[in-house]
């Protein structure tokens, strides 16, 4: 929650509709203010704009009543649990875009905050039976990117860091003055203390640029089992993503979860560094090309009725 309106405070038409709209918002609020969602957003919005420019630490927002408006009903957003960002966030648009039809009356007529963010993605499908292709268009107002770290670098990773902190453990149980460097070496500590010592020998997470990310949606990935609509047959496609139309203001979130070859959900770890700017031309979609082949729409109807009928995994019931 508090990233999540952090960043939703800094974004113009947010600003304009909760903060600059605060007065009469909440000089038209009903009698059950406590609970109304766009009331408690106003008083946020403009608590959190009052704050600029204060030193972190002097004053803090606590925005009980406006948690409890939003998480009303859901079951996990009206709990004191660790949530997702991004979940909270999809959610949040949704109810406000209700709550500017049901109280328009009260809110800056034309200024709907799910526009903008909302894009359009294309999906280019190729079959690799057949080289022909397929575009699907999908409306989002969120642009997910995986990380460019594989699982055996972490476990590589996560080794050496294990390793590492039994030597420091060891050192430490000796009295020893020395710290464990980035490669494993026991060195002598720097001058300053323990703290300093240990600080200087913190091992880095990996690290990835953002721009790594886009190349890796860019690259596109390959779909196993996938119905060709022009063979009726399963095998293989290569989907890549790319953007029919850009939003206003983008926002990105990192996929760090992940389901290892065990089916357990695994987090990556990792820094990703933001640049200052962003060029997304190269991600722009072009659409059908001169030359590419059509899938066709529909598939031969003894794959219509392959797709349709239930297909048990034969691992998991065995």
């Known amino acids: 929650l508090a990233s999540t309106m952090q960043v939703l405070s800094a974004v113009p038409p947010f600003a304009r509709q909760f903060v600059e709209g605060a ?42 009543m406006f948690k409890a408006a939003i998480g009303k009903g859901h079951p996990e957003f009206s709990t004191g649990r660790q949530q997702d960002a991004a979940e909270f966030f999809q959610y949040l648009l949704e109810q406000l875009d209700r709550k500017e039809r049901s109280d328009a009356a009260r809110l800056e007529p034309g200024l709907r905050l799910g526009e903008a963010f909302r894009f359009e993605f294309e999906d280019r499908l190729a079959c690799a039976q057949t080289g022909k292709v397929a575009y699907k268009t999908r409306q989002d ?87 060709s609509s022009a063979t009726g047959q399963r095998g293989d496609a290569l989907r890549a993503t790319r953007f029919k139309t850009f939003p206003p203001f983008l926002m990105v979130c990192l996929q760090r979860y992940y389901i290892d070859a065990n089916w357990t959900p695994r ?21 059908a090309q001169p030359g590419e082949q059509l899938l066709p729409e529909e598939a031969p109807e003894a794959a219509q009725a392959e797709e349709e009928a239930v297909q048990p995994d034969p691992q998991i019931v065995s």
């Open 267 to 287: 987090k990556l770890e990792a820094r990703v560094e933001m640049p200052d700017s962003l060029d997304l031309e190269e991600l722009r979609s072009r659409g």
């Open 23 to 64: 007065e009469r918002i909440l000089a038209t609020a009903p009698l059950e203010a406590p609970g109304d969602l766009v009331t408690q957003t106003a008083k946020l919005a403009r608590a959190l704009a009052q704050l600029k420019g204060v030193p972190p630490g002097e004053k803090a927002v606590e925005p009980r």
């Open 141 to 227: 107002n969120m642009l997910g990117l995986r990380l460019p770290i594989g699982e055996e670098e972490m476990r590589q990773f996560k080794a050496q860091s294990e390793e590492r902190e039994l030597k420091r453990k060891k050192l430490e149980q000796e009295g020893a003055e020395a710290y464990i460097d980035s490669n494993g070496n026991a060195t002598n500590a720097a001058a300053g203390g323990g703290a300093a010592a240990k600080e200087a020998g913190a091992l880095a997470l990996p690290s990835c640029t953002l721009d790594a990310c886009l190349k890796k949606l860019a690259d596109g990935e390959r779909v196993a089992n996938w119905l």
